[in-house]
């Protein structure tokens, strides 16, 4: 069955209808992009799907559980334990060093600092960025910051990792070698991947596109 499933989204800030009856399913494993010109409702359905912002109508279920049931304190611990997520812009830590970036959601679940910084580490071995360990954010590329980002997102075990415009910021090069990294991650251990993107060439490594447009969402085929 599906893990995560939206239907019948309704969103208005003012007199903007972010959403306008959208709707969304992926199943385990599943990498689905979401697509749509700037302005259509992308983010806003991510963030609905992430239970970051609640929806003004519409139901969102998470492994059989429906999200605007729980408390604020359930959906957080929820999306602690089972979401990662990765931005635009890295969002590391300019204080940190690169692997207690990565450490870091594993100390805030109360794993002891050796133990996390060293699956930290593995997963910036697998993201092939182990070598920046000891610098800071500042210190490294984009593309090494995105992929230090997605070590992040990945190194709690995530069920699901939502990605909002994760190549952004980056040249076409550094954006498809980030993607094959992220997928191939994501993959290696059976975790979805939900990602908002307006390129065609960034939408190319998922399995399925949603299309959103004026806030309502549109399953597409694959064009093969
Ligand atoms: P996209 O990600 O496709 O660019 P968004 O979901 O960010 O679209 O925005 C959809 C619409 O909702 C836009 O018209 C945007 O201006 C509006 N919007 C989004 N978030 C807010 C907000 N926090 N306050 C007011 N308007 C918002
Ligand atoms: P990548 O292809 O890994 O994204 P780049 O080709 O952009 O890396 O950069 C090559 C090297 O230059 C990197 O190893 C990094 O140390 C350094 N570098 C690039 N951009 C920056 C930056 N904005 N700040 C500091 N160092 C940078």
């Not at 998470?62 to 969002?91: H, I, K, N």
């Not at 910051?145 to 415009?165: K, N, S």
Request: glycine share 10%; proline share 4%; hydrophobic share 40%.
């Amino acid at each position: 069955g599906s893990l995560l499933t939206a239907e019948n989204l309704y969103k208005a800030y003012g007199p903007t209808n972010a959403l306008d009856g959208a709707g969304f399913s992926i199943h385990p494993g599943e990498v689905v992009a979401i697509m749509g010109p700037s302005g259509s409702g992308k983010s806003t359905l991510l963030h609905c799907l992430a239970g970051i912002v609640t929806p003004d109508s519409g139901t969102i279920t998470y492994d059989g559980r429906v999200l605007s049931s729980m408390s604020d304190t359930e959906r957080s611990a929820l999306r602690r334990s089972e979401f990662g997520f990765v931005f635009q812009f890295g969002q590391l830590v300019p204080e940190l060093t690169c692997v207690e970036n990565v450490a870091l959601p594993l100390r805030l679940n109360g794993t002891p600092r050796k133990e996390a910084e060293r699956t930290a580490l593995s997963w910036m071995q697998r993201l092939e960025v182990d070598d920046l360990r000891g610098k800071r954010p500042g210190e490294v590329s984009g593309g090494q910051g995105q992929r230090v980002a997605i070590a992040r997102a990945l190194v709690t075990g995530p069920r699901v990792v939502f990605a909002d415009e994760p190549t952004g910021a980056l040249d076409s090069l550094n954006g498809e070698r980030v993607m094959e990294l992220l997928t191939e991650a994501a993959r290696s251990t059976n975790a979805a991947v939900v990602l908002v993107t307006h390129e065609a060439r960034v939408a190319a490594y998922s399995d399925r596109e949603i299309v959103v447009r004026d806030g309502k969402s549109r399953d597409m085929e694959r064009a093969v």
